[in-house]
Structure formats: structure tokens, C-alpha cells
């Protein structure tokens, strides 16, 4: 069994606003990064992980929408790495690979979604990621550069980023043992040695964060109907 865990629980400080419920190509936000999971053939349960008090909101998103597969709703932490591993406390019985995403990552794809599966499956932990093309700098003041960074090895990772279910509790539990906050799943996978696999992200899979945003996803969810 394979199941999706859509972090929903922050609190979308950079928008100001509640950015998972704002309208983008007619729907909300959570709607559409909840339909590429819910249409997703290789899917087969659903977590959404939300803030307390949240619960009617995304009850009433799915009644909405009428998403088909089996869902929960689970109240995060104060951290993502919390809301996560409350998440993976809730994945059922029969569980082998955990999809971990972003719920205000709307435009990710079948393909990558099945991809990414594969290659946890094989490897044990995959991430979505592309090549960084732009020039990259290090600055500790973040007024002087310091060095230039070698771009040719770096990646910029996304979600969703995907694991067995076993590598993962592991990973976040070993983290936590350890008093340490990452904000990003793989991190904690470094911990324990978990070799990660990287999966080229093509097409555009931007998150929502900042009002500039939306026009872009906007675009790009018009143009996968």
C-alpha cells in the first residue's frame, strides 16, 4: 500500500493569509494538490495533516470535490517535522511507501508521483529535485559574499519526497532522539546513512508561498486541464 501524507498545517506567515484555502484556476489551493493525489493510480490512501481547529474547512473540501480514496485527518505539531511524523504515526497496517508533499505544491504530476514511488521502492528514499542553473553564492552576514559555490553539484529539492515506511519513522525518530528540527524529510534520512535518491523534476512543481506566486501556478494548472 502506498499513501500520500499532505503537509497542510502551516501557517502561510510569507502570504499573510491562509494560503491553502485562496482560489487559483477556480479551486483552492489544498483542492488541487488533494485531486493530483486522489487521481493518482498508484495511490492508495490519502493523510492530510492540518493545524487544530481546521478539521470542518478540509471535511468540507472533500465534500466539495468528492474525492474518492479513503482519507484522514490528522492534526500536526509545531513543526513540519512534527505534523509529519504525526502523519506517519497515522499511516495504516500494510503501508510500504510514504509519499510526503507539500500541500501548496498544486501543479506535481502523475509521472513524477509514479517515478518518485519507483524509486523508493528500489532505493528505500527518493526526492523530487532539479539541477540549480543560477549562480550560487555564500554569504554568513548576508551582506558580502564569501565564496562561490559549485553549481554543477548542486540540487534544489522539492516534494514530493518518498520512502519506505520503516526508513522514515527511523530517520524522524532518530531526529527527534536527537533534539534536531530539519525542515526537510531527507535531512533527517542523513542521519541513519539512508542513501537518497535523486528524481529529476522536469515540469515546473512550484509551492505557494508568496502572493507573486499564484499567478505562475495559476498558468500552469490551466494548462494541465
Known amino acids: 500500500m502506498n499513501v500520500a501524507i499532505l503537509v497542510a498545517a502551516g501557517q502561510g506567515a510569507r502570504m499573510g493569509k491562509d494560503k491553502l484555502f485562496l482560489k487559483v484556476a477556480g479551486k483552492p489551493v489544498i483542492a488541487h494538490t488533494w485531486q493530483r493525489f486522489d487521481e493518482s493510480r498508484v495511490i492508495d490512501e490519502i493523510?492530510?495533516?492540518?493545524r487544530a481547529g481546521m478539521e470542518k474547512k478540509f471535511l468540507a473540501v472533500a465534500k466539495k470535490f468528492q474525492f474518492q480514496k479513503k482519507f484522514q485527518i490528522v492534526v500536526g505539531g509545531a513543526e513540519r517535522q512534527d505534523s509529519v511524523w504525526n502523519g506517519l504515526q497515522a499511516a495504516p497496517a500494510g503501508t510500504e511507501i510514504v509519499a510526503i508533499h507539500d500541500a501548496a505544491r498544486p501543479c506535481v504530476s502523475e509521472e513524477l508521483i509514479a517515478s518518485i514511488i519507483k524509486h523508493a521502492e528500489?532505493?528505500?528514499?527518493?526526492v523530487a529535485a532539479h539541477p540549480v542553473t543560477d549562480t550560487i553564492k555564500q554569504?554568513?552576514?548576508g551582506r558580502l559574499i564569501q565564496q562561490t559555490l559549485d553549481r554543477s553539484k548542486l540540487w534544489a529539492v522539492e516534494t514530493p519526497q518518498t520512502f519506505r515506511l520503516d526508513v522514515i519513522r527511523r530517520a524522524i525518530a532518530t531526529a527527534r532522539a536527537k533534539k534536531m528540527i530539519f525542515t526537510d524529510d531527507t535531512a533527517a534520512c542523513e542521519l541513519i546513512s539512508q542513501p537518497v535518491r535523486l528524481v529529476s523534476s522536469i515540469a515546473p512543481n512550484p509551492k505557494v508561498t508568496v502572493p507573486g506566486d499564484l499567478p505562475f501556478v495559476e498558468t500552469l494548472l490551466r494548462k494541465s486541464k
Not at 493523510?47 to 492540518?50: K, T
Open 122 to 126: 528500489e532505493t528505500g528514499a527518493a
Open 139 to 141: 554569504s554568513a552576514d
Open 47 to 50: 493523510i492530510v495533516v492540518i
